[in-house]
């Protein structure tokens, strides 16, 4: 049920951040197929999310001291290029206009995820 909510919660953020940023955008005109392209790019999004940005920080631990960690806010701009990458692996609507649209994106949707998860229960409540 957790990974579900997250999906979902995923999904809103991308919503919020076509709906905000230029230069990223769902190419389906009806409702039902942004809905599916919206779930299915949070779906990935989480993915990439839990398994490469974690390495990422592992690797490059050196740059985000050496930032003071404003290097984060690079890396997850190209992990939201590689989300919109690999959905294009898959047909998916989605595209990114290049670095800047990517890089305030990523920061709308972590700042939405962040507020909408505020509002969702603990693991540890259970």
């Not at 592992?58 to 989300?83: D, K, R, S």
């Not at 990458?85 to 595209?95: E, Q, S, Y």
Request: proline share 3%.
């Amino acid at each position: 049920m957790s990974l579900i909510i997250r999906v979902i919660v995923n999904a809103l953020a991308l919503w919020a951040a076509v709906f905000l940023i230029d230069g990223i955008d769902v190419g389906t005109d009806d409702t039902v197929g942004q809905i599916v392209v919206f779930l299915v790019v949070g779906a990935i999004f989480g993915v990439v999310n839990a398994i490469i940005k974690p390495i990422v920080k592992t690797v490059g631990c050196l740059f985000y001291a050496l930032t003071l960690g404003l290097i984060g806010l690079v890396v997850n701009a190209l992990l939201f290029l590689l989300t919109e990458w690999i959905a294009g692996l898959f047909d998916l609507p989605f595209h990114i206009d290049g670095f800047w649209p990517a890089f305030w994106g990523a920061i709308v949707v972590a700042v939405v995820s962040w507020l909408l998860s505020m509002f969702l229960p603990d693991q540890k409540d259970d």
